[in-house]
């Protein structure tokens, strides 16, 4: 069993910054990809960055040139850099992380999400 757990959320004005990790522990065999998320209430999950076990990453259009996503295979960390924060980035973030564990092929697991706020 893997468990991921979320830090980093926060109240931040706009034009800040913050930054979301997310560990995973347990029985990992093999880092498919992780990445993030992010839901409002009444809306779609979305699908914000992810990256590669390999280092590929990829971006939302909406976030390009503004969050940067990081992970280390070592730590089984994941990291999303956000920087000029902007009111419709308010959302919570869910990391997650696509991985082999003992006994099974390909699961994904989820974090418990970090509310992000971006206001004045």
């Known amino acids: 069993q893997v468990q991921l757990v979320e830090s980093g959320g926060g109240l931040v004005q706009p034009g800040g910054s913050l930054t979301l990790s997310c560990a995973a522990s347990?029985?990992?065999?093999?880092?498919?990809?992780m990445g993030w998320y992010r839901q409002a209430p009444e809306k779609q999950r979305e699908l914000v960055a992810a990256?590669?076990?390999?280092?590929?990453?990829s971006y939302a259009d909406s976030v390009k040139g503004r969050f940067t996503i990081s992970g280390d295979n070592a730590k089984n960390t994941v990291y999303l850099q956000m920087n000029s924060l902007k009111s419709e980035d308010t959302d919570v973030y869910y990391c997650?992380?696509?991985?082999?564990?003992?006994?099974?092929?390909?699961?994904?697991?989820w974090g418990q999400g970090a509310q992000v706020t971006v206001s004045s």
């Open positions: 990256v590669t076990s390999g280092g590929s990453t």
């Open positions: 997650y992380f696509n991985v082999q564990t003992p006994g099974v092929t390909r699961d994904v697991n």
């Open positions: 347990g029985s990992i065999f093999r880092i498919y990809d």
